[in-house]
């Protein structure tokens, strides 16, 4: 499995195991979720994608029970969490209405509870859930800071920001913001000429893609574009979330997939997308088949 470096002593997997539908399985005992986890591991898939409110605040407490079932675990995986939503739930019973919340001694309180949850005493990357219409970005800024100081946390990043809430957030701090998490897949493409995507491959930082199968729609194998992909799948003797996914690693920004299944047979399969090597034209044919008409958003003159 490739790596991508994010600093010089932090690197993540190229695909990453996410956990955002962990506490939805029927089976969430933590020999189950330690399945799980080594079936990763096999493939060279360390990194696990986690945040405070999957699961209404219980993904991580549910990650973190398996863990303690094997110790030695921790030292060989990398563990991603966000903060920053607040849901009216259990935890936020006072609170009225769902928000965001990217104040310190938010940030500070959420990191110490998934520290707790996950039983671990260091995060490998924070990110900032979503971005916050009310940020303080100094404030923000110092306790990511902070943080990092702290040895709580590696390094720190961000999620669904667009260019100018990433530049804002990076103005405040120290540190460097290591990664942006976006949704792009062939069925949301807009990242690939937004600006998102030219923003981060300019900067160097690298960029992770969630629902990189567009929530299991682009597995219907529908449309003008669900033939393409089974076509291609049928010629490599790969299933159509390998080509789909491999259609993101194709791209030069070395995108990490967030790669979310529940299903045991699916997990050991993630990896396939690594042996597919993908040209322009394939990635082309599977671009234009992404728009309804078939066609490429713009025309020649």
């Given at each position: 499995?490739?790596?991508?470096?994010?600093?010089?002593?932090?690197?993540?997997?190229?695909?990453?195991?996410?956990?955002?539908?962990?506490?939805?399985?029927?089976?969430?005992?933590?020999?189950?979720?330690?399945?799980?986890?080594?079936?990763?591991?096999?493939?060279?898939?360390?990194?696990?994608?986690?945040?405070?409110?999957?699961?209404?605040?219980?993904?991580?407490?549910?990650?973190?029970?398996?863990?303690?079932?094997?110790?030695?675990?921790?030292?060989?995986?990398?563990?991603?969490?966000?903060?920053?939503?607040?849901?009216?739930?259990?935890?936020?019973?006072?609170?009225?209405?769902?928000?965001?919340?990217?104040?310190?001694?938010?940030?500070?309180?959420s990191v110490d509870a998934s520290l707790k949850n996950m039983s671990t005493d260091y995060l490998d990357m924070l990110l900032i859930h979503r971005q916050d219409p009310f940020m303080d970005h100094f404030e923000t800024g110092k306790a990511l800071d902070d943080l990092v100081l702290s040895g709580k946390v590696k390094e720190v990043g961000v999620s669904n920001f667009?260019?100018?809430?990433?530049?804002?957030?990076?103005?405040?701090?120290?540190?460097?913001?290591?990664?942006?998490?976006?949704?792009?897949?062939?069925?949301?493409?807009?990242?690939?000429?937004?600006?998102?995507?030219?923003?981060?491959?300019?900067?160097?930082?690298?960029?992770?893609?969630?629902?990189?199968?567009?929530?299991?729609?682009?597995?219907?194998?529908?449309?003008?574009?669900?033939?393409?992909?089974?076509?291609?799948?049928?010629?490599?003797?790969?299933?159509?979330?390998?080509?789909?996914?491999?259609?993101?690693?194709?791209?030069?920004?070395?995108?990490?997939?967030?790669?979310?299944?529940?299903?045991?047979?699916?997990?050991?399969?993630?990896?396939?997308?690594?042996?597919?090597?993908?040209?322009?034209?394939?990635?082309?044919?599977?671009?234009?088949?992404?728009?309804?008409?078939?066609?490429?958003?713009?025309?020649?003159?």
């Amino acid at each position: 499995m490739e790596r991508i470096n994010l600093s010089s002593s932090t690197s993540l997997s190229r695909i990453v195991y996410g956990m955002w539908r962990l506490a939805e399985d029927t089976n969430v005992s933590p020999k189950h979720i330690l399945e799980k986890i080594n079936i990763c591991l096999e493939q060279g898939i360390t990194s696990f994608d986690q945040a405070a409110v999957y699961g209404l605040y219980t993904s991580e407490a549910l990650f973190g029970e398996a863990l303690k079932e094997n110790r030695s675990l921790r030292n060989q995986i990398e563990i991603i969490t966000k903060c920053g939503i607040v849901n009216p739930s259990s935890r936020y019973s006072n609170a009225s209405v769902t928000h965001y919340d990217t104040s310190r001694e938010h940030i500070f309180n959420s990191v110490d509870a998934s520290l707790k949850n996950m039983s671990t005493d260091y995060l490998d990357m924070l990110l900032i859930h979503r971005q916050d219409p009310f940020m303080d970005h100094f404030e923000t800024g110092k306790a990511l800071d902070d943080l990092v100081l702290s040895g709580k946390v590696k390094e720190v990043g961000v999620s669904n920001f667009r260019p100018w809430d990433f530049n804002l957030l990076q103005s405040a701090m120290k540190s460097k913001l290591v990664t942006n998490q976006i949704e792009l897949s062939l069925a949301a493409t807009d990242g690939f000429t937004n600006g998102d995507l030219a923003f981060h491959q300019e900067r160097a930082t690298t960029i992770m893609a969630w629902s990189p199968l567009g929530g299991g729609r682009l597995m219907k194998g529908k449309g003008p574009l669900g033939k393409v992909l089974s076509k291609i799948a049928a010629n490599q003797n790969v299933d159509i979330a390998a080509v789909a996914v491999a259609w993101l690693l194709a791209h030069p920004a070395k995108i990490c997939p967030v790669m979310g299944t529940n299903n045991l047979d699916r997990i050991a399969k993630i990896s396939e997308a690594m042996n597919f090597r993908m040209g322009r034209e394939t990635w082309f044919e599977l671009y234009t088949a992404s728009f309804n008409d078939g066609e490429l958003p713009w025309r020649l003159p």
